[in-house]
């Protein structure tokens, strides 16, 4: 049925819960900010929730908080910082396609939801899709986008994938998500 599915889109506050990715996201925004000369805003993090008749499922990717991937449907995942970084738990970021599962301190998402579309087929193909979402090195340009790869880029790659796009998107005012343009421009690539 067409309006039992949905796909919604979920802009969380980087570092919501947490103090120190809250404090590295503030100095991080503060030099990029004065490099490129202009004032600091808000930093964001992606999350989408996709119901369909048979359920909802969360995407997002986060840390690693534990070796129980299987709970929070772990489907894919890389290292942070640096390749060999990625040896120790605590440098490894997952990508969840989570039947059931929540996203953290939805509470403190900032003008969400955004429904983004109501057509099951493609809520279906995105779902199809997260299993093979690049999962690079988080923070560096390891595929040549021109910005860092990390969350938002794993949701702006599966929107474009999916045939949904990301034109209906808007961010929170006074906001950025850094690395969302790298997932566009991954997904937007001919590899043929």
Not at 15 to 25: C, D, I, L, Q
Not at 43 to 48: C, I, T, V
Not at 132 to 142: M, T
Not at 143 to 166: C, H, P, R
Request: charged share 25%; proline share 8%.
């Amino acid at each position: 049925m067409k309006d039992s599915s949905a796909i919604d889109l979920y802009w969380l506050p980087l570092g919501a819960g947490g103090h120190f990715v809250r404090f590295n996201g503030k100095v991080f925004e503060a030099v990029v900010a004065a490099l490129e000369r202009r004032p600091r805003l808000d930093l964001y993090h992606s999350a989408l929730e996709v119901r369909l008749p048979e359920g909802r499922f969360t995407i997002e990717s986060a840390p690693v908080p534990d070796n129980r991937p299987h709970e929070r449907g772990a489907v894919a995942g890389g290292p942070v910082g640096h390749r060999w970084a990625g040896a120790v738990r605590i440098f490894r970021y997952e990508v969840r396609c989570w039947p059931g599962g929540v996203i953290p301190d939805l509470d403190e998402a900032v003008e969400s939801p955004q429904r983004l579309t109501q057509d099951e087929g493609v809520a279906r193909r995105l779902l199809e899709l997260v299993p093979d979402v690049p999962a690079p090195v988080w923070g560096r340009d390891e595929l040549g986008a021109g910005e860092m790869w990390n969350s938002n880029s794993v949701i702006s790659w599966l929107l474009v994938k999916s045939g949904l796009g990301a034109g209906g998107v808007t961010l929170p005012r006074g906001g950025r998500a850094p690395g969302w343009d790298a997932g566009l421009v991954v997904a937007n690539r001919d590899w043929s």
